[in-house]
């Protein structure tokens, strides 16, 4: 190794050893909130885009109403066909309902939600990742009924 190169490594150890206490000296003493998500997350997500939707018109349920509105008490499967891709399936309620999906890729975990109104009157927004055919379970809770909107964001 000559002497120009043994001085780059000398010089990239002490950059590497800079750029740490900065970062751990930039380091906030609370112990944060995780539910939320750093702005730069944020601003990468946003030049990454959106996953695509899938479309209303590839679910299948009995209890389909027509047009991507779900009605149904008590509970409903929906069928939703091969996307070509991982896809978001939206699912959009006034009220409270669950959600039972399993988890894309070969995954063996089946993922559960009970998806409550949002607190600034928007309803109740399930997202669950579709990558291949699959079957998504949804309950009402209660006694009355739900109307459940398969909706494209």
């Known amino acids: 190794m000559s002497g120009r190169q043994k001085t780059l490594l000398g010089l990239l ?9 900065v970062a751990v000296g930039a380091g906030r003493d609370d112990r944060g909130d995780p539910g939320a998500r750093h702005g730069l997350v ?5 030049l990454a885009g959106e996953r695509a939707a899938v479309d209303p018109a590839g679910v299948d349920a009995d209890c389909a109403d027509g047009n991507g ?12 066909a091969d996307p070509g891709g991982l896809r978001t399936l939206v699912l959009r309620s006034a009220a409270r309902f669950t959600v039972v999906a399993p988890a894309p890729g ?17 309803g109740a927004v399930a ?3 579709v990558d291949q055919a699959t079957e998504v379970g949804l309950t009402c809770p209660g006694l009355g009924g739900c109307t459940v909107v398969v909706a494209t964001s």
Do not use: M
């Not at 150890?13 to 206490?21: I, Q, R």
């Open 42 to 46: 944020d601003r990468l997500g946003a």
């Open 106 to 122: 070969d995954a063996e975990v089946t993922i559960r939600d009970e998806v409550e109104p949002a607190s600034d009157g928007t």
């Open 69 to 80: 509105r779900l009605t149904f008490s008590g509970s409903c499967v929906l069928r939703v």
């Open 13 to 21: 150890a002490v950059l590497l050893v800079v750029l740490f206490v």
């Open 127 to 129: 997202k669950v990742a």
